[in-house]
């Protein structure tokens, strides 16, 4: 049936939904695929009122793409060199908890390693793209280069068999320290296209489509890895990594990822952080 207005047919709360994104330059396939998704509105609905709202037509929406992905259909799993164990498996968000990753000597030495360079852990400007220091993120750490160690260059192996994408398509690995009262507050890995920063990260290796979180050691209190919008947290434990797939897989940011490192309140927490690109990061 021809709908009028599809736009006005909408809840009201969608209808300025729309209003907004378009106004902050949104894709607007990309909207649409949020509009559809988990089957809120019908396809052919979501894509009359954005064109209404917009006066033009929506491109087609982007093509189903690749995602990291861990194979989750046993308790264990071989990555590469290691079998390592699947604790916990959620689908959308995609977050999978893994166990015994790294060995505790292999924790010990990227410890060891990290401990000579570490320096203040930034975030990117939204502005411009350049690292920034603030209050968001506390925590220091030591950036690493892709294969900047033996040791380094295993375990992105064993993480790239482990989420089955590819070794080049990783930044390097971050080893983060967090002391008593050090945070990482609520925050997206994703790049947000609508921001001048980040947008430009955008333009090398592409969207941050995956995470792995590497537990160095375990925290006596406090230190989770909390995910507000779905009410989890993962408690460190040496050994073990959260994974998580920062889109949709049309490239679509997961808002559902919104994720925190909760302040330390006892002990010293060491992690790993390792983000994964759309595509090949040089
Ligand atoms: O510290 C944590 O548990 C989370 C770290 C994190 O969010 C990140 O490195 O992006």
Not at 188 to 197: N, S, T, V
Not at 253 to 262: I, S, V
Request: charged residues 25%.
């Amino acid at each position: 049936m021809l709908i009028a207005s599809p736009l006005a047919s909408l809840p009201k709360q969608w209808q300025v939904w729309i209003e907004e994104n378009l106004a902050r330059s949104c894709e607007p396939a990309s909207m649409a695929n949020v509009m559809i998704r988990d089957g809120r509105f019908d396809p052919h609905l979501a894509y009359a009122a954005i064109e209404e709202a917009r006066g033009a037509p929506v491109s087609p929406p982007p093509a189903r793409q690749a995602l990291p992905e861990i194979d989750t259909s046993a308790n264990t799993v071989l990555a590469g060199d290691r079998m390592v164990d699947i604790r916990l498996s959620l689908k959308a968000p995609r977050i999978v908890l893994v166990g015994n990753l790294l060995a505790d000597d292999e924790c010990d030495a990227l410890i060891r390693y990290a401990e000579t360079r570490l320096e203040r852990s930034p975030v990117v400007a939204d502005r411009d793209g350049s690292n920034e220091v603030n209050a968001y993120r506390t925590s220091r750490g030591a950036m690493m280069q892709r294969g900047e160690t033996a040791l380094v260059a295993r375990i992105e192996a064993r993480l790239a068999a482990l989420v089955r994408w590819p070794v080049e398509n990783g930044e390097g690995m971050q080893l983060l320290r967090y002391e008593k009262g050090n945070e990482y507050r609520p925050h997206y890995d994703w790049f947000d296209p609508a921001m001048p920063g980040p947008r430009k990260h955008l333009e090398r290796g592409g969207q941050r489509v995956g995470t792995v979180v590497i537990y160095l050691s375990d925290v006596e209190q406090g230190g989770g890895t909390s995910f507000p919008h779905i009410g989890l947290q993962v408690q460190p434990k040496k050994g073990s990594a959260v994974f998580f797939a920062n889109t949709d897989p049309f490239g679509t940011p997961d808002q559902k990822t919104l994720h925190a490192g909760e302040p330390v309140e006892k002990g010293v927490k060491f992690i790993a952080t390792k983000w994964l690109r759309a595509g090949a990061y040089r």
